[in-house]
């Protein structure tokens, strides 16, 4: 039984200290959708998705007013995109994109992402294709969000896949000019992605999900920097027993949301995400949690090895709330999302190279960096197979979400608005990475991937 202590702890997190259920996603399968003529394909997804969710907004608005608690975003997530229009006999998969966008905005959710490739190990003649879209498709459409996994701790590093991922988010950014490369904040790479992320920009849903299930993303910097100021000073033993605490608590929370949101949409309930997904707003900062840990600023000594005490002391907290726990789970650092990320950035204190570094030990990867508009393609396709080596080497998720602000240089300001937020402009490393992304072909798969 819930105490009356319990009960107006958890008010207070709510109330005073941001917690909120981020998105409530819906997964849906169109594998059902395929077919030979593109057009009666589209129609099929467009039909599929408002049937499946055409209550989910409402439902995910009902829960948030009968039991108090926040629900930010409501958001689908479908199959990767490639494997459904492969089956059509088109060179142009735009409109697949634009029949996405069509049903999201008919439902009313925030985004749907699904716009998908998975390329790790080689491309299909679907999913070259659909990758050469996607400059086209993030300009035409909303709402729609694509990733492309280009690596895996099984498969290696498709860096082929790489070269050309680099040319195709500059060319997004060039399509999306007029509103400060914004086509680049909908598009992720990844290396290790995983089937039931309900977060965006790389959800999508897995072959290996059901035909429709309901996942939750939880978020709660701001009741993790509460809890910790009440243990200012103390060894990092408290530290990470006290995060652990709350982080069962925000877990529960979630849990309570996904089972009430399956039973009302009479569809399965996936998992439970426990990220710490920050926003702009102050308060809601992963960065003020590491600060508060005892660092003058994020980015500085001592970042990492916070990171690293948090992202675990998260997850710990997080499985011994749900047996459903899933998607990526852990602390997300992007840097126009967080107000005291951008605050280091700003100051100089917080470079790409230290960003890279933090990846090693926390969830995703480097997400919503704004860098120079002349940065070369190249160089971002290097930026992409650093990451993707982490997470092969380590056999976790990791992405890169990187814009590359047409006509901005350093110490200019992208602002987007939302969640998405607003990034200072970072300095780059300089030195040419042609002739190494040049060379394509495959990154090896490590030693450890040989498990059978």
């Known amino acids: ?254 849990q309570l949301v996904a089972q009430e949101a399956s039973a009302r949409l009479g569809v399965p309930f996936g998992i439970v995400d426990l990220s710490l997904a920050p926003t702009p707003a102050v308060g809601d900062s992963v960065a003020a949690v590491l600060e508060e840990m005892g660092l003058e600023s994020v980015g500085g000594p001592g970042t990492t090895a916070a990171l690293a005490l948090l992202n675990d002391a998260v997850k710990k907290g997080g499985v011994m709330a749900s047996s459903h726990v899933g998607g990526l789970s852990g602390a997300f650092i992007p840097v126009s999302e967080d107000a005291g990320m951008i605050a280091a950035a700003e100051a100089g204190r917080l470079t790409i190279e230290k960003l890279e570094a933090m990846t090693c030990v926390c969830s995703v990867g480097l997400d919503m960096i704004a860098v120079p508009g002349d940065t070369p393609a190249e160089t971002i396709s290097a930026i992409i197979a650093d990451e993707a080596a982490i997470g092969m080497i380590n056999n976790k998720t990791t992405a890169v979400r990187i814009i590359p602000a047409p006509g901005k240089q350093v110490g200019d300001t992208v602002a987007f608005g939302g969640l998405l937020g607003s990034a200072p402009v970072m300095p780059v490393n300089r030195c040419s990475a042609a002739e190494f992304i040049a060379r394509g072909g495959r990154i090896p798969a490590p030693l450890h991937s040989l498990k059978n």
């Open 1 to 254: 039984m819930l105490n009356q202590k319990e009960i107006l702890s958890t008010i207070a997190m709510i109330d005073q200290q941001h917690l909120d259920i981020r998105t409530i996603t819906m997964g849906i399968s169109l594998l059902s959708c395929c077919d030979p003529d593109a057009k009666k394909a589209c129609d099929k997804i467009y039909e599929k998705i408002t049937r499946y969710a055409e209550k989910l907004v409402k439902t995910g608005e009902d829960i948030q007013h009968e039991f108090g608690i926040p629900i930010v975003n409501k958001r689908i997530s479908v199959t990767p995109m490639a494997l459904v229009a492969g089956a059509s006999e088109t060179e142009d998969y735009v409109p697949f994109a634009m029949a996405l966008d069509r049903a999201a905005k008919t439902c009313g959710v925030n985004f749907i992402g699904g716009y998908s490739a998975l390329v790790q190990k080689g491309m299909t003649l679907a999913d070259e294709k659909l990758i050469r879209s996607i400059p086209e498709a993030m300009d035409r459409t909303e709402l729609v969000c694509s990733s492309i996994n280009v690596g895996s701790t099984r498969a290696g590093i498709n860096m082929d896949a790489v070269k050309l991922m680099g040319h195709i988010i500059k060319d997004t950014a060039a399509r999306t000019a007029d509103r400060d490369g914004l086509g680049c904040a909908k598009l992720v790479v990844f290396c290790n992605a995983v089937e039931d992320n309900p977060f965006m920009a790389g959800a999508f849903h897995g072959v290996g999900e059901p035909e429709c299930e309901v996942h939750v993303g939880v978020s709660g910097p701001g009741v993790v920097q509460h809890a910790l100021q009440s243990v200012h000073g103390q060894p990092f033993d408290v530290v990470a027993e006290t995060v652990k605490k709350t982080a069962f608590r925000i877990t529960r929370m979630g």
